[in-house]
């Protein structure tokens, strides 16, 4: 029998044992909460290492708990030749859920419960490849440490402190994304900018108020704006409009001489703009298709909407649209606005190629910026990328080709994952993109075989990476 054999083979029927394993981990609510003597992310996150620990020293590894930021795992005693990044922590349940989302439930190859999927589900897999290798008795000459953290999902501090006073390995792989394997997170770059001035009572229809969004990083479903003197008849004809034009549902409310604009769109991550219908850029669209007064704040809202058009997610009007062959095009959000009589700030989000620098991006942005008298600061984070031809991603894409049947490839993101700051880490499964976990969101779900499956490709990858 091949070694790919063995290790389908020893896999097979481990579906119950898989489930049991995980179980006790989902049912530890390991979101983070306020600090303790040696829970730095609190009591839940705590609790869910103490059981990956106890799970680990049960199926035979030897392990160590890192001041209760990391767990470690270690498969031998050699040098470490591979580090596997998975995390326990994960994000509130919110609404929404058919079942206990912090009980596993079993519905024949599906599972629910938080954390299936991200990412308890697949540090289980992980941790099982790794009693598959040592089993088999696969020889190897280097360790793999299985680095278990509690704190992805709000800033990975964990991982931050555990390779503070650890080296780095010489390859390292989450299974915290999607197969096949993510080798290339683009840069990141998120001005912030601003400009303030006299309030100034111009005659015509007056901006009072303009806010919109909530996190730098999410593409706005949420805008207010506030309007003086606004006809009704045209305000609202304008509005329909451009609901119409734009998918945005904008509506207003009239008081006196005042009207109050609400524009509903739909969420979605920074890093994926077209997913979402930005209600920020809908807004300034209707306001400029008013007769607006001549004020500083009425200005304001014109150059924001000569920057930001609705539905250009690429920097085409900015002047910093840009695409490589690797890593794909820049993708640009505007995510935040607050504006009001006496000025106003605002901040974009970028997700920036390869060809992305300081000098044809935030340069170019800070000269835009200032020909209209405003500051803008911000610095352009760097991307993390890995050789798409090395033999380390050879490795990991020929043995997910072995046990899927699937094409491997290389794939460039917006986002940053677990390894965007460890040299030469990729992302490399564990979901695949044609099923839908619920990720993040109510009825988080996995699929038993494909964690089997996973565990398979780990068991292959370990045994060729550090034979
Ligand atoms: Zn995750």
Same mark, same amino acid.
Request: charged fraction near 25%.
């Given at each position: 029998m091949?070694?790919e054999?063995k290790?389908?083979h020893?896999?097979h029927?481990? $579906?119950?044992?898989l489930?049991?394993?995980l179980?006790?981990?989902?049912?530890?609510?390991?979101?983070?909460?306020?600090?303790?003597?040696?829970?730095?992310f609190?009591?839940? !996150?705590?609790?869910?290492?103490?059981?990956a620990?106890e799970?680990?020293?049960?199926? &035979?590894?030897?392990?160590?708990?890192?001041?209760?930021?990391?767990?470690?795992?270690?498969?031998?005693?050699?040098?470490?030749?591979?580090h596997i990044?998975?995390?326990?922590?994960?994000v509130?349940?919110?609404?929404?859920?058919?079942?206990? !989302?912090?009980c596993?439930?079993?519905? *024949?190859?599906?599972?629910y419960?938080?954390?299936?999927?991200?990412?308890? *589900?697949?540090?289980?897999?992980?941790?099982l490849a790794?009693?598959?290798?040592?089993?088999? &008795?696969?020889?190897?000459?280097?360790?793999?440490?299985?680095i278990?953290g509690?704190? $992805?999902?709000?800033?990975?501090?964990?991982?931050?402190?555990?390779y503070?006073?650890h080296?780095?390995?010489?390859?390292s792989?989450?299974p915290?994304?999607?197969f096949p394997?993510?080798?290339?997170?683009?840069?990141?770059?998120?001005?912030?900018?601003?400009?303030s001035?006299?309030?100034?009572?111009?005659? &015509?229809?007056?901006?009072?108020?303009?806010? &919109?969004?909530?996190?730098? /990083?999410?593409a706005?479903a949420?805008?207010?704006?506030?309007? $003086?003197n606004a006809?009704?008849?045209?305000?609202?004809?304008?509005?329909?409009?451009?609901?119409?034009?734009?998918?945005?549902?904008?509506s207003?409310?009239?008081?006196?001489?005042?009207?109050?604009?609400?524009?509903?769109?739909?969420q979605?991550?920074a890093?994926?703009?077209?997913e979402?219908?930005?209600?920020?850029t809908?807004?300034l669209q209707?306001?400029?298709?008013?007769?607006?007064?001549?004020?500083?704040?009425?200005?304001?809202?014109?150059?924001l909407?000569?920057?930001?058009?609705?539905?250009?997610?690429?920097g085409?009007?900015?002047?910093?649209a840009?695409e490589?062959?690797?890593?794909?095009?820049?993708?640009l959000?505007?995510?935040?606005v607050?504006?009001? #009589?006496?000025?106003?700030?605002?901040?974009?989000?970028?997700?920036?190629?390869?060809c992305?620098t300081?000098e044809?991006?935030?340069?170019? #942005?800070?000269?835009?910026?200032?020909?209209?008298?405003?500051?803008?600061?911000g610095?352009?984070? !760097?991307?993390h990328?890995?050789?798409?031809?090395?033999?380390?991603?050879?490795?990991?894409?020929?043995?997910?080709e072995?046990?899927?049947?699937?094409?491997?490839y290389?794939e460039?993101?917006?986002?940053?994952?677990?390894?965007h700051?460890? !040299?030469?880490?990729?992302?490399?499964?564990a979901?695949?993109?044609d099923?839908?976990?619920?990720?993040?969101?109510? /009825?988080?779900?996995?699929?038993?075989?494909q964690?089997?499956?996973?565990?398979?490709?780990?068991?292959?990858?370990i045994?060729?990476?550090?034979a």
């Amino acid at each position: 029998m091949t070694v790919e054999e063995k290790i389908r083979h020893w896999m097979h029927g481990r $579906e119950d044992e898989l489930v049991e394993a995980l179980a006790p981990l989902i049912a530890a609510e390991s979101t983070r909460s306020e600090a303790k003597p040696g829970m730095p992310f609190g009591e839940g !996150p705590a609790k869910a290492l103490d059981r990956a620990l106890e799970l680990a020293r049960r199926w &035979g590894f030897r392990t160590e708990n890192h001041e209760g930021y990391v767990g470690t795992a270690d498969l031998n005693e050699h040098a470490d030749g591979l580090h596997i990044l998975a995390h326990l922590d994960v994000v509130g349940a919110g609404d929404g859920w058919d079942t206990d !989302p912090y009980c596993l439930v079993r519905d *024949g190859d599906l599972i629910y419960g938080r954390g299936t999927d991200d990412d308890k *589900g697949p540090l289980v897999a992980a941790l099982l490849a790794m009693r598959c290798v040592r089993e088999l &008795g696969i020889p190897l000459t280097k360790n793999v440490r299985l680095i278990m953290g509690t704190d $992805e999902e709000s800033g990975s501090e964990d991982i931050e402190h555990y390779y503070a006073s650890h080296p780095f390995a010489p390859y390292s792989l989450s299974p915290d994304a999607d197969f096949p394997v993510t080798n290339i997170e683009k840069a990141h770059y998120c001005p912030r900018f601003s400009a303030s001035w006299k309030r100034t009572e111009a005659p &015509g229809i007056r901006v009072l108020a303009l806010n &919109g969004g909530i996190r730098v /990083n999410v593409a706005p479903a949420n805008c207010t704006c506030l309007l $003086e003197n606004a006809d009704k008849a045209q305000l609202e004809a304008v509005l329909k409009q451009v609901s119409g034009e734009t998918g945005v549902s904008l509506s207003a409310e009239f008081q006196g001489n005042t009207a109050k604009i609400t524009a509903v769109g739909v969420q979605a991550h920074a890093s994926t703009p077209d997913e979402g219908k930005n209600a920020i850029t809908a807004t300034l669209q209707a306001l400029c298709a008013l007769p607006l007064a001549e004020g500083a704040a009425e200005k304001t809202v014109r150059q924001l909407h000569e920057c930001f058009p609705y539905g250009d997610n690429r920097g085409k009007a900015m002047g910093i649209a840009m695409e490589d062959k690797v890593s794909g095009c820049l993708t640009l959000t505007f995510s935040m606005v607050h504006l009001d #009589t006496e000025g106003f700030w605002g901040i974009f989000d970028s997700r920036d190629p390869l060809c992305a620098t300081e000098e044809n991006t935030c340069r170019v #942005t800070e000269a835009r910026m200032a020909a209209f008298g405003w500051k803008c600061e911000g610095k352009l984070g !760097p991307a993390h990328a890995v050789d798409g031809n090395s033999d380390f991603i050879k490795t990991l894409l020929s043995a997910y080709e072995t046990y899927t049947g699937r094409k491997g490839y290389c794939e460039a993101i917006g986002g940053g994952t677990y390894v965007h700051e460890i !040299p030469g880490g990729v992302a490399f499964g564990a979901g695949e993109h044609d099923f839908d976990s619920h990720l993040h969101g109510a /009825n988080e779900r996995a699929r038993i075989n494909q964690l089997l499956k996973t565990a398979m490709i780990y068991a292959l990858v370990i045994g060729n990476l550090c034979a």
